[in-house]
């Protein structure tokens, strides 16, 4: 199966919902099921420049939504849990049974090394932490009767009473949930997975690594062996076997794209649209650019987060969002929310190289103003910095 650029492009964003029909009327739990059956799972980051970064995903296939709508159906509806994925994620709890080889590495120390030291170090202290949840549960790190706090920067500074937690719930010992200030609270795993799920048998590891590139293809809709793997952050060569496994049993299609270097794998659902017509600011964590070599070889559009780039280094600047305009990244916008102000700030603007900056700017300027209702700002301000915002500010005019 051969695939153009183009086509891999459409592919992708089609499968990532963006050719999904916009809500013409309140969005409910039916949207956020459809978009979680699109992406897979969402990842969490506590950084809200702009907002909590797992509602803009959402937020980039729904459009305008209820963000306390959201957070209701996340933790407390039963139908998803966090783990560890992506990094921190909310996934749906059928996944539970095929992530349990995650814990088990865990528990063998092969992740989170420094947590399994401690945990073999104090052990008495991490079981009378695990103790007190199934005793207090939900309780927060910081509410233990012992939290042990530390001083001094070793390792991350947390307590041991934080990290206890961290480990119990690596581990699969204990679930959590996020309150309304995105705090962890602790629980007793049955609180937070159904019984019927918990009893699945565990899959072997190599049937676990086989359905997660499965479901990580279905997201994709093509993508190399390292885009799948870094979806459910497997190692890529780990997944060599299991993919060649997976065409041979025909659930993917070896595939070929035109500029990419690497074999590619595609989804046998996957669609290939005429056309895609999508308009939206994309947080750094979604799916389409999380991975930031797919995203240059998708969309020649390179990407990096400079949160932790120092300010006289940063290129684009503190947290850029970048811009999808039909199947293309057109541009990026450096956004912050002022709360106080209640204005939506886009303190830089920029445009991609051979772009039409006049039909981009007015694209940006509906899509800031929707993100600024989104995020009940009063209104929007356009800066100084960027190739963009000349065009941007005629074009608000």
């Known amino acids: 199966m051969s695939l153009s650029a183009s086509g891999a492009r459409r592919v992708a964003l089609y499968a990532q919902g963006f050719c999904d029909p916009q809500p013409t009327g309140r969005v409910d739990v039916r949207h956020f099921r459809r978009v979680m059956s699109r992406i897979g799972l969402l990842q969490l980051d506590s950084v809200q420049v702009v907002c909590r970064s797992h509602y803009l995903p959402v937020y980039s296939r729904l459009g305008v939504y209820d963000r306390d709508r959201l957070d209701i159906w996340l933790w407390k509806s039963g139908e998803l849990f966090e783990t560890w994925s992506h990094e921190a994620s909310v996934v749906p709890v059928d996944l539970e049974p095929i ?52 001083e001094g920067s070793w390792w991350d500074g947390r307590s041991d009473g934080k990290r206890a937690m961290d480990w119990l719930f ?60 870094d ?68 969309f020649g559009f390179r990407y990096r987060i400079e949160i932790y780039v120092p300010q006289p280094k940063r290129e684009y600047g503190y947290y850029v969002l970048p811009f999808l305009l039909g199947d293309q990244l057109v541009g990026r916008v450096d956004v ?31 899509e800031l103003d929707r993100l600024a209702e989104f995020l009940g700002m009063d209104g929007v301000d356009i800066g100084e910095r960027g190739n963009l915002a000349s065009a941007l500010r005629s074009a608000r005019r």
Not at 109 to 117: D, F, I, K, S
Not at 202 to 228: F, H, M, N, W, Y
């Open 99 to 150: 992530l349990r080889w995650f814990k088990d590495l865990a528990r063998s120390g092969q992740t989170w090394p420094e947590l399994a030291r401690m945990a073999s170090e104090d052990a008495e202290y991490v079981m009378a932490v695990l103790n007190e949840v199934r005793v207090n549960g939900p309780i927060a790190a910081g509410d233990l009767s012992d939290p042990r706090p530390r």
């Open 170 to 229: 690596r581990i699969g010992e204990v679930g959590s949930r996020r309150t309304g200030t995105f705090e962890r609270t602790y629980e007793t795993f049955a609180g937070i997975v159904p019984p019927g799920i918990r009893a699945l048998p565990s899959p072997s590891e190599g049937e676990a690594k086989q359905d997660l590139l499965e479901i990580a293809a279905r997201c994709c809709g093509v993508g190399t062996a390292a885009d799948l793997a």
């Open 231 to 298: 979806y459910f952050r497997i190692k890529t060569r780990d997944v060599r076997l299991p993919l060649s496994e997976l065409v041979e049993s025909g659930r993917l299609v070896a595939a070929s794209v035109e500029g990419w270097q690497d074999p590619a794998f595609l989804h046998p659902d996957a669609v290939c649209p005429q056309t895609v017509r999508a308009r939206a600011l994309l947080s750094p964590f979604d799916p389409v650019v999380w991975f930031r070599p797919r995203a240059e070889r998708l």
């Open 336 to 366: 912050k929310a002022d709360r106080q102000a209640r204005r939506l700030m886009a303190r830089g603007v920029f445009a991609e190289a051979d772009v039409d900056r006049e039909h981009v700017a007015t694209e940006l300027s509906v």
